[in-house]
């Protein structure tokens, strides 16, 4: 079993930055590739972001690619998502989700509780 643990979300001005945080935890929890994923009320989740286990590959989603960063901290078994220029659509429950190989889906091997990102206009 892994758990992931999200934070870092809160209340922002649109224009604003934000980076969220995912720690895992428990069994070979560093094997793991690592995304992101957001969800609104009546929508279904949808692909942010996606880590390799080394860090050297991401998948960004494509109308958010230039305001996001996915990066990771191996030594810490934590992923980051930097969102910058945060719009009031960005406003969303994001999802911490880890997968034995990287991918987009929403197939995931585990997910995260989520934190709360709320961007006032």
């Known amino acids: 079993q892994v758990q992931l643990i999200e934070s870092g979300g809160g209340l922002v001005q649109a224009g604003g930055s934000l980076r969220l945080s995912c720690t895992a935890s428990g069994r070979a929890a560093e094997t793991y590739a690592m995304s992101w994923f957001r969800q609104t009320p009546g929508k279904e989740r949808e692909f942010v972001a996606a880590i390799s286990l080394t860090g050297g590959r991401t998948y960004l989603e494509d109308s958010m690619k230039e305001r996001i960063i996915i990066s990771r901290d191996i030594t810490k078994n934590t992923v980051y998502l930097q969102i910058d220029n945060l719009k009031p659509e960005d406003t969303a429950v994001y999802y911490c989700?880890?997968?034995?190989?990287?991918?987009?889906?929403?197939?995931?091997?585990?997910w995260g509780k989520g934190t709360l990102v709320t961007v006032s206009s």
């Open positions: 989700a880890a997968s034995i190989r990287l991918r987009r889906d929403s197939g995931m091997d585990y």
